[in-house]
């Protein structure tokens, strides 16, 4: 069965460091996500992404982050100085509709740590 | 308003009991109602999803129950089984461009054997 796939599973930085994430959606799907749950806590959206650009970005998605689709497999999340408070579980979803099929599959997730 | 209020935060059953996960919203805008069940260390997986033109969606144990005028839906598991421990999170969204998910604050929920 087809599956998002995410790499690394952890990535420990150094405050102020940037780190990129990185996200291999289900191959026929068009939209990808990016959502972040910070530990005990509840999954918040933080972008959304389609046909090369930003659909909607969340209050947290600030100018540190920034996402890409540099080939036509990867998507990525990059946070340029990562805080403290970057510190999270950070998932990819991907959808293979907007409208009608709105099923998001998430991949495993990179767990950030940010000391 | 764009958010999705869920209770109880933890639920202890017995096996074979049926736990009930509440979730209420204020957006009648949203039409779209998941179900995902995320175990330790993985990520939120799809359960079962529903759309306001239904009253109940049923899959196997899981079952939706929503009511529209209220603004509520729940999850039912039928005949629970200690595997089905695990963090249960209901979401919604609205139709459109981007179908962000807008999600409750989980339930933990443990299937005692």
């Known amino acids: 069965e087809p599956e998002v796939t995410q790499t690394p599973s952890h990535q420990v930085t150094q405050m102020g460091q940037e780190v990129i994430l990185r996200c291999v959606p289900i191959s026929n799907h068009l939209y990808f996500y990016w959502y972040r749950q910070i530990l005990g806590q509840k999954v918040e959206f933080l972008v959304s992404?389609?046909?090369?650009?930003?659909?909607?970005k969340s209050e947290i998605f600030d100018d540190q982050f920034s996402v890409e689709r540099p080939d036509g497999s990867n998507f990525t999340l990059k946070i340029r100085s990562t805080k403290l408070e970057d510190s999270a579980m950070y998932f990819c979803?991907?959808?293979?509709?907007?409208?009608?099929?709105?099923?998001?599959?998430f991949g495993p997730g990179t767990r950030l740590t940010v000391l | 308003q764009q958010q999705v209020k869920q209770s109880p935060q933890s639920l202890i059953v017995q096996k074979g009991g049926i736990p009930i996960i509440n979730c209420a919203y204020e957006?009648?805008?949203?039409?779209?109602f998941p179900w995902y069940q995320q175990f330790p260390g993985k990520g939120p997986a799809l359960l079962i999803a529903i759309r306001p033109d239904v009253s109940e969606k049923k899959e196997g144990r899981f079952t939706i129950s929503f009511n529209k005028s209220a603004k509520q839906f729940s999850l039912h598991i039928m005949d629970s089984q200690p595997g089905d421990s695990a963090t249960y999170f209901c979401?919604?969204?609205?139709?459109?461009?981007?179908?962000?998910?807008?999600f409750g604050t989980g339930t933990l929920l443990a299937v005692q054997p």
């Open positions: 957006n009648t805008a949203f039409d779209y």
């Open positions: 979803a991907s959808s293979e509709f907007s409208g009608g099929a709105h099923e998001q599959f």
């Open positions: 992404f389609y046909n090369n650009e930003i659909s909607e």
């Open positions: 979401a919604a969204s609205v139709d459109g461009a981007t179908n962000k998910l807008i």
